[in-house]
């Protein structure tokens, strides 16, 4: 059998088709993404929610040791930066920058 040769004659609608498609695909693959984003942060935060009472009666009112630290570091650091995932994945461009939020983490960075 011989390979099926190309001779660069599609169409305009099999090359629309194809673009279409593929459009299509990304749409859905970036709506999946966000979509599992979401359900990772509500389950971090209802995480969050349920054992508030835990933390306080185990971390907070006890005199704090280095485990507790590296607890809490662990625990809100996580919490915050979520925050800011959420803020580049759901607010538009324009938003973003018209508040500063660039600026502040490139400086931040430094």
């Given at each position: 059998?011989?390979?099926?040769?190309?001779?660069?004659?599609?169409?305009?609608?099999?090359?629309?088709?194809?673009?279409?498609?593929?459009?299509?695909?990304?749409?859905?693959?970036?709506?999946?993404?966000?979509?599992?984003?979401?359900?990772?942060?509500?389950?971090?935060?209802?995480?969050?929610?349920?054992?508030?009472?835990?933390?306080?009666?185990?971390?907070?009112?006890?005199?704090?040791?280095?485990?507790?630290?590296?607890?809490?570091?662990?625990?809100?650091?996580?919490?915050?930066?979520?925050?800011?995932?959420?803020?580049?994945?759901?607010?538009?461009?324009?938003?973003?920058?018209?508040?500063?939020?660039?600026?502040?983490?490139?400086?931040?960075?430094k």
């Amino acid at each position: 059998m011989s390979a099926p040769s190309y001779s660069g004659t599609n169409t305009h609608l099999e090359i629309e088709s194809l673009t279409m498609d593929t459009n299509v695909s990304d749409t859905r693959d970036i709506h999946l993404e966000s979509y599992l984003l979401v359900f990772a942060l509500v389950f971090l935060y209802y995480d969050h929610f349920i054992t508030i009472d835990r933390e306080i009666k185990v971390v907070w009112a006890r005199p704090k040791n280095r485990s507790a630290h590296l607890f809490l570091a662990n625990r809100y650091f996580l919490f915050s930066v979520n925050i800011v995932v959420v803020l580049f994945e759901f607010m538009p461009f324009k938003f973003l920058k018209r508040f500063g939020v660039f600026s502040t983490i490139s400086r931040f960075l430094k």
